[in-house]
């Protein structure tokens, strides 16, 4: 792993002041320390989260997903624009750990969302990358409580693929959108009853032009498909409608979908119900992280490891016999 | 949680020999083992695999991928026809830790690898259900040991759909193949560069009748593609062909090349490296399961747990003060 140093760090009160007033170059130079690595950025991210907590949680959380090809750049470029005329401050934050080798896709992403990306109520900010699911969840959780303490009153999620970071964006957002294709067929969109469930919305995008049939005949479909699914904790009966994002038709009804529903949730209580759970599900994968963190942080593991991959590799001793062996010297040394 | 009462369990020496004997009973009952959370079984399940641990290895570990639709489980039930026909024992196994929520896939599983499951010389076990694709990787990781020692020499590990499946199927075996239709289009197949990056070798499916064409074209295609990419540390030059599971062409081919593989890396060590480095990673695995076991599995964590998710969700304490403060405790109680 390489070392790198950190340069330019600000104070953790200058990170603080400056998210509170909505700078957003501190705001990017915060969410840069969330996402590093190296030990004193942590110690300094932790502050500054506590910080801004009390600050964070007053905007409307929307996951957005969608398999590869779905048009879901497109859609969510169209969908904040509308929010920013409608005044909103939207923040667009992705998740996607899929890819952990060469980290991206094969298509660029530089071209994606240039209009949004010149639009002062708009923030967009790629995925942070990282070993672990748990870990790369954590960072966007983090970075999302900064974009609500700088006053972005929407934040987009947005998930690549067919996977668990669905499951994982879900379990931090308000809101689930899953966007779709006319006639592609379920199999090939990789959709899984599973994703399916989770959905608040399914919207059948690029329902334009010779499209609009099969749009119109894959809503409807859709719509059955849904009523298999046992009603939600949340009491809301998930709709299903057609969206072009190139043509910027049903964009408007997403929104007024959002809103209908989070009058609902605010009314029967599953709001607030849901966001505890989510904390109490955060805490757990805080914890997660600290535990890794005083397991492999610790100066007598390191060498102990080091051994051990050794004998491991030579055949001395077991993966399984040595993982056992560690954990009980763990248990002596703190 | 529930908890389930273990009913019929043999002893320890009775599952060992029953698989070490290839009695495909035991074998079954020893993967229940493998895959059981409950403690005692646990216990028994580290037995089992510190005493098969000797016999096991000695097989060509195949992983498979490839978005739903590419036709996986037919290629599947022709490639492991074929290699039975060549006297070889074939167990199939599947990792899928991506629909936790309802476990499992709109479209059902039943039906699939019809005759393959009829067949002696193969044996078929679908995925562990799991909270973390780790823990399901592990326990994938043992049922192909417990696979090995009964006798297969051959083991099909699938794996389903665009994520971080993949990365944990092509670390635990030595041949990674990846299945692809011809004119789908990259996006829309979900290929990310990683997983293309991965592949020792590409299999252009349901290359029969009108498809042909398209197929070849897409085979060069893919080729061309692959050139992209650096030499893998293997030596060996990803190869892409075209079959038809259900013409039953290409597949012989598939295993002439798995076996040229397998003769390149015996000759440059990369077979030895590769599993060491695997079980280097098999090691680490086990200790964040362990570890997690340890936290997790102390009563006075339990307890301070349950008082945290209280006061996290009256907003007495932030998720992650929760989360510090437990692991303060968790270093003074042992």
Chains 1, 2 share one sequence.
């Not at 990170?15 to 969330?34: F, K, P, Q």
């Not at 950025?41 to 989260?49: S, T, V």
């Not at 890819?99 to 990306?117: A, N, P, V, Y």
């Not at 209908?260 to 029967?268: E, F, G, H, M, P």
Request: proline share 3%.
């Amino acid at each position: 792993m390489k070392v790198y140093k950190p340069k330019n760090r600000l104070t953790a009160k200058q990170y603080i002041d400056g998210v509170l007033n909505g700078d957003r170059v501190i705001l990017s130079r915060a969410i840069t320390i969330i996402e590093s690595n190296l030990e004193s950025d942590k110690i300094l991210a932790k502050q500054i989260i506590q910080a801004i907590l009390p600050h964070a949680g007053n905007s409307m959380r929307i996951g957005v997903t969608g398999v590869p090809g779905v048009g879901k750049s497109t859609f969510i470029e169209a969908f904040g624009k509308y929010l920013t005329t409608l005044n909103h401050k939207v923040a667009i934050l992705s998740i996607d750990p899929s890819s952990q080798r060469s980290k991206g896709s094969i298509l660029g992403d530089k071209t994606r969302m240039e209009d949004l990306s010149h639009n002062d109520k708009a923030y967009i900010r790629p995925s942070a990358s990282g070993d672990t699911l748990g870990g790369v969840a954590n960072k966007t959780g983090e970075t999302m409580l900064l974009c609500e303490a700088a006053g972005f009153d929407i934040v987009l999620i947005e998930t690549v693929g067919v996977g668990q970071s669905e499951t994982a964006v879900h379990g931090m957002t308000d809101f689930f959108l899953l966007l779709m294709l006319a006639g592609a067929g379920d199999e090939l969109q990789g959709i899984k009853k599973g994703i399916m469930e989770m959905a608040d919305m399914v919207v059948i995008n690029k329902a334009d032009g010779d499209n609009i049939k099969k749009s119109e005949m894959a809503r409807l479909q859709y719509q059955n498909a849904l009523h298999i699914f046992p009603q939600p904790e949340s009491g809301w009966t998930p709709v299903v409608t057609k969206a072009s994002s190139t043509k910027n038709t049903g964009i408007d009804s997403v929104w007024d979908e959002v809103l209908k529903y989070k009058d609902l949730v605010d009314q029967n209580g599953y709001f607030a119900k849901n966001r505890n759970q989510q904390n109490i599900k955060w805490m757990y994968n805080n914890i997660n992280e600290e535990l890794k963190q005083l397991f492999y942080g610790s100066p007598a593991i390191k060498n102990t490891l080091a051994e051990l991959e050794t004998d491991v590799v030579s055949s001395k001793i077991s993966p399984v016999k040595a993982a056992q062996s560690i954990i009980e010297s763990f248990k002596k040394s703190i």
